[in-house]
């Protein structure tokens, strides 16, 4: 069994309010050790206090014994803060497909707040957006409308590491 191989399995895990994207593609598996007999996972929420943490964490738990692994060990961890650049490009567009505005790349904390101001439209596009609310469906997520197509959209935003 190799890391690569569990990764694998873990593509299985669907976020539970996005069910296009793993937890992989969402980068909150931020690390796995692979042993003889055990697996351990650390997650990282996007959000301190994420109600789906538990969820999430069982979901992966079963996954993996699923695959035989008899001792796995899935620790939730906020050493290091969980960033929208943690991303997949495979992840931005299963979120453009499911009708949500990836969040653009910081490399970095968020220098320039007109970041979360504009966001390319999912449906068309266009770059003629605006946010009509930072407070979207779920923490993760603000409302955006775009006036090329007349719809309105989610974005997935954009979170950056602390510095």
Request: proline letters at 8%; glycine letters at 6%.
């Amino acid at each position: 069994m190799t890391r690569e191989l569990v990764l694998g399995w873990l593509e299985e895990v669907k976020d539970p309010e996005i069910p296009v994207l793993s937890l992989v593609d969402l980068g909150v598996i931020t690390e796995v050790e692979v042993s003889t007999d055990s697996v351990r996972v650390e997650m990282t929420p996007t959000f301190v206090g994420c109600p789906a943490m538990d969820y999430m964490r069982n979901e992966v738990i079963e996954v993996l014994k699923a695959h035989g692994v008899k001792h796995p060990t899935v620790n939730v961890t906020l050493k290091k803060s969980w960033s929208s650049d943690h991303i997949s490009e495979k992840g931005k567009q299963a979120l453009k497909k499911f009708g949500l505005a990836p969040p653009p790349s910081l490399q970095g904390p968020i220098q320039d707040i007109d970041i979360l101001e504009h966001a390319a439209c999912p449906r068309c596009s266009g770059t003629n957006t605006v946010m009509r609310s930072p407070f979207g469906p779920t923490l993760c997520r603000s409302l955006h409308y775009c006036y090329d197509c007349q719809e309105a959209f989610e974005q997935f935003k954009p979170l950056g590491e602390a510095s």
